[in-house]
């Protein structure tokens, strides 16, 4: 178990959440809903609900909004929204995993092809990059969780397997099927965990060293994230501090 491994996933930008609080809210909001559907609309007895309810409530989103989530997933008129995957390859050969909850897949086929397409990549069959990602379970919490060593150790007891740490906060990585049961275990030491979740995480990173790459790449996460039926964007990048700070 390693506990200095680095990773990058591309999610949000830094005060995205911020800048377009309202989008962010829609897309917890229908990550709620759904995972209400999927099971009991009891976070204590539905894993998938009590996990989006902790990222919504990261997010500082109302209760009432939260409840009004929970309670769609019971209305008869409410929307039916379909999970569907991309995959594909961004500015630099930079591998891509796009994930959408949509209620109507035509749409959201067309938005995210053309976001792609416009900002230097291009999609692929389904398969086509998630081989090289491992698929595993991902607990995050705040740099004020505790000191690296003190979180890695709590992680080790919970039986995790592996811990990233650093200024932003901790990444705590479990197997998929345990990433439930870990969580709770670590929530005993450390605290309620800002997220909890499945995650791709790459085997290999693509080192983007080109400034336009580099701006590239960020105006096409942009625009995905701008995508309502868009969930989270993941990616095998990696942009050198000294390239980041150019981009525009």
Request: without cysteine; glycine residues 6%.
């Given at each position: 178990m390693a506990g200095h491994s680095k990773f990058k996933n591309i999610m949000y930008r830094k005060g995205a959440q911020d800048k377009k609080r309202s989008a962010l809210f829609s897309k917890l909001s229908r990550e709620i809903t759904v995972a209400a559907k999927s099971g009991l609309p009891d976070p204590a007895m539905n894993a998938r609900l009590r996990s989006a309810i902790?990222?919504?409530?990261?997010?500082?989103?109302?209760?009432?909004?939260?409840?009004?989530?929970?309670?769609?997933?019971?209305?008869?008129?409410?929307?039916?929204?379909?999970e569907i995957r991309y995959e594909g390859?961004?500015?630099?050969?930079?591998?891509?995993?796009?994930?959408?909850?949509?209620?109507?897949?035509?749409?959201?086929?067309?938005?995210?092809?053309?976001?792609?397409?416009?900002?230097?990549?291009?999609?692929?069959?389904p398969g086509s990059v998630s081989h090289g990602f491992d698929r595993l379970g991902l607990i995050s919490y705040p740099a004020r969780a505790g000191e690296a060593d003190a979180v890695f150790e709590a992680a080790l007891e919970?039986?995790?397997?592996?811990?990233?740490?650093?200024?932003?906060?901790?990444?705590?990585?479990?197997?998929?099927?345990?990433?439930?049961?870990?969580?709770?275990?670590i929530e005993a030491t450390l605290g309620e965990p800002e997220g909890t979740?499945?995650?791709?995480?790459?085997?290999?990173?693509?080192?983007?060293?080109?400034?336009?790459?580099?701006?590239?790449?960020?105006?096409?996460?942009?625009?995905?994230?701008?995508?309502?039926?868009?969930?989270?964007?993941?990616g095998n990048y990696d942009v050198p501090d000294e390239v980041m700070e150019q981009v525009s």
């Open positions: 902790i990222a919504a409530r990261a997010q500082s989103m109302p209760n009432d909004n939260i409840k009004r989530s929970i309670d769609k997933a019971s209305a008869a008129d409410g929307a039916n929204f379909e390859f961004g500015p630099g050969g930079v591998a891509l995993i796009i994930e959408t909850l949509t209620d109507n897949r035509n749409r959201t086929a067309t938005n995210v092809r053309l976001a792609v397409s416009k900002n230097g990549g291009n999609l692929g069959a919970a039986g995790a397997e592996d811990v990233s740490s650093s200024e932003d906060g901790h990444e705590i990585w479990t197997a998929a099927d345990t990433l439930h049961e870990v969580a709770k275990a979740k499945l995650a791709w995480r790459p085997q290999t990173q693509v080192t983007l060293a080109s400034v336009d790459e580099a701006t590239q790449l960020m105006k096409l996460i942009d625009q995905l994230d701008e995508d309502d039926d868009v969930q989270t964007v993941w």
